[in-house]
């Protein structure tokens, strides 16, 4: 099993030092805020991923309900990777808000992934799927119409 860290600007500051000596495999960061702008410690994290040499990948919590919308949130992110020279980069398209994403339906909500999907593997990048249990049990997708994409179930525990 390999351990990994999800972080945001939520946490504030990492001691990215603590997180590899605690040996950490990788990190996925949060790209973009629901504004638009980048994660406030997206910059630091990469850094800090970068200097003790921790594997890096991106998520993005979707607040899409059209296509569209879907697109405009993949491009922000392609445009975040780039500018900061990241290649290859894992995506993972967090789907688990309850009050915009639940409400679409199984048909809408396919649709608005599958629209930022190929704009992010047309950009270069792999794509991934990043879903509460919740959702994965309350099937708020077509979760086939992705056979082959990787799957990130997330249980949180209290």
């Not at 790209?31 to 990469?46: E, I, M, P, W």
């Not at 980069?89 to 409400?103: C, H, I, S, Y």
């Amino acid at each position: 099993m390999w351990k990994g860290i999800d972080v945001s600007d939520n946490q504030g500051v990492i001691d990215w030092e603590q997180v590899a000596a605690a040996k950490v495999a990788f990190a996925i960061l949060r790209s973009v805020r629901r504004s638009g702008k980048a994660d406030h410690q997206f910059d630091a994290n990469l850094e800090g991923c970068r200097e003790c040499s921790i594997p890096v990948s991106v998520y993005k919590y979707t607040y899409a309900t059209t296509p569209e919308a879907a697109r405009q949130e993949a491009q922000q992110v392609v445009e975040l990777l780039r500018s900061h020279h990241l290649t290859g980069t894992m995506v993972w398209w967090d789907v688990e808000d309850k009050d915009m994403l639940r409400p679409l339906g199984a048909t809408k909500l396919t649709e608005c992934i599958r629209a930022a999907q190929e704009v992010i593997m047309a950009a270069g990048y792999s794509f991934g799927l990043y879903v509460g249990l919740y959702v994965y049990k309350e099937n708020w997708f077509d979760f086939g119409a992705f056979s082959g994409t990787r799957l990130w179930v997330a249980r949180y525990y209290k």
